[in-house]
C-alpha cells in the first residue's frame, strides 16, 4: 500500500514567513511523529501524536512550531516568523502503535533565505 | 551531549565482503535499539533491531550485536552489495512506556559499497 506522503517535498520561504508542512500517515497507523533532520545530524524528534492528541511535544524547540492533527490521520506542522536556522529536512513518520517500527516519508526540504 | 554516537562518518567495502558499523551509546536507560537505513532524496527505512536482553539478533544478510558492558552495537552486513550503499543510522530509546518519539538518532554512517 501506499505509504507516508510528505507535501510539499521542497519549500523556500523567505525569513519571518508562516509556513506548513503536510503528512499523511499510512492508513490505519494511529501514531504520527515529527522530525527535523539537519545537515549531517541524525534526525531529531518534534512531536508525537496518538491519534488526535499530542501525546509528546518536548521536542518543539520554541513556540514559534506547532503541530496539528484534527482527525486522528492528516497533520500539519506549523512554523511561524521562520528563521534561517529552521531549514532543515522535516520527516513525518508513522507506526502501527507506539512500539512498532517508524515509517518515515520522503520528507520536506524546507530552505529559509 | 550525544547520547548515540557513530564514530565513522563514512565506510567503504568492497563487494562481497563483510561491512560493520558500529554506534556507542552513552544512556544505560536505553533498552531497545534500532538501525535504519537512508539512500539520498528518501525518509529512513527501518532495518533491524534488538532488545537490551538480547544479545543477537539476525535477519538474513543483517546481524546486529550488542554488548551493553561497554554500551556498544554494530551492524554486520554479510555479503555487502552495492545496493546497500547508504546511510546508516542507529538510534535508542526507552521502552518503560515511552513510544518511539523517544528515539535518539546518531549522526549516521555513510556506506559505500564498491563493484
Known amino acids: 500500500g501506499a505509504g507516508v506522503s510528505q507535501t510539499p517535498s521542497n519549500k523556500v520561504t523567505e525569513k519571518g514567513k508562516y509556513v506548513e508542512l503536510r503528512c499523511d500517515p499510512i492508513?490505519?497507523?494511529?501514531?504520527l511523529y515529527w522530525y527535523r533532520q539537519s545537515l549531517g545530524q541524525g534526525p531529531e524528534f518534534l512531536i508525537y501524536f496518538q491519534g488526535t492528541g499530542a501525546a509528546d511535544d518536548s521536542g518543539l524547540p520554541n513556540d514559534r512550531f506547532f503541530a496539528v492533527r484534527p482527525e486522528g490521520s492528516v497533520s500539519t506542522l506549523k512554523i511561524q516568523r521562520t528563521e534561517r536556522g529552521d531549514s532543515a529536512v522535516y520527516l513525518c513518520?508513522?507506526?502501527?502503535?507506539?512500539?512498532?517500527?517508524?515509517?518515515f516519508g520522503n520528507g520536506t526540504r524546507l530552505t529559509v533565505t | 551531549d550525544q547520547q548515540v554516537k557513530q564514530n565513522s562518518p563514512s565506510l567503504s567495502v568492497q563487494e562481497g565482503r563483510i561491512s560493520i558499523l558500529n554506534c556507542d551509546y552513552t544512556?544505560?536507560?536505553?533498552?531497545?535499539f534500532l538501525w535504519y537505513k537512508k539512500y539520498p532524496a528518501e525518509g529512513p527505512t527501518f532495518l533491524i533491531s534488538i532488545s537490551s536482553i538480547k544479545d543477537k539478533n539476525e535477519d538474513g544478510r543483517f546481524t546486529v550485536f550488542l554488548n551493553k558492558s561497554a554500551k556498544h552495537l554494530s551492524l554486520h552486513i554479510v555479503p555487502s552489495q552495492p545496493g546497500d550503499s547508504a546511510v546508516y543510522f542507529c538510534?535508542?530509546?526507552?521502552?518503560?512506556?515511552?513510544?518511539?518519539?523517544?528515539?535518539?538518532f546518531g549522526k549516521g554512517t555513510k556506506l559505500s559499497v564498491k563493484p
Open positions: 513518520a508513522s507506526s502501527l502503535n507506539k512500539v512498532s517500527p517508524l515509517h
Open positions: 538510534a535508542g530509546f526507552k521502552n518503560y512506556g515511552g513510544s518511539q518519539g523517544n528515539l535518539i
Open positions: 492508513s490505519g497507523h494511529t501514531a
Open positions: 544512556n544505560s536507560m536505553f533498552d531497545y
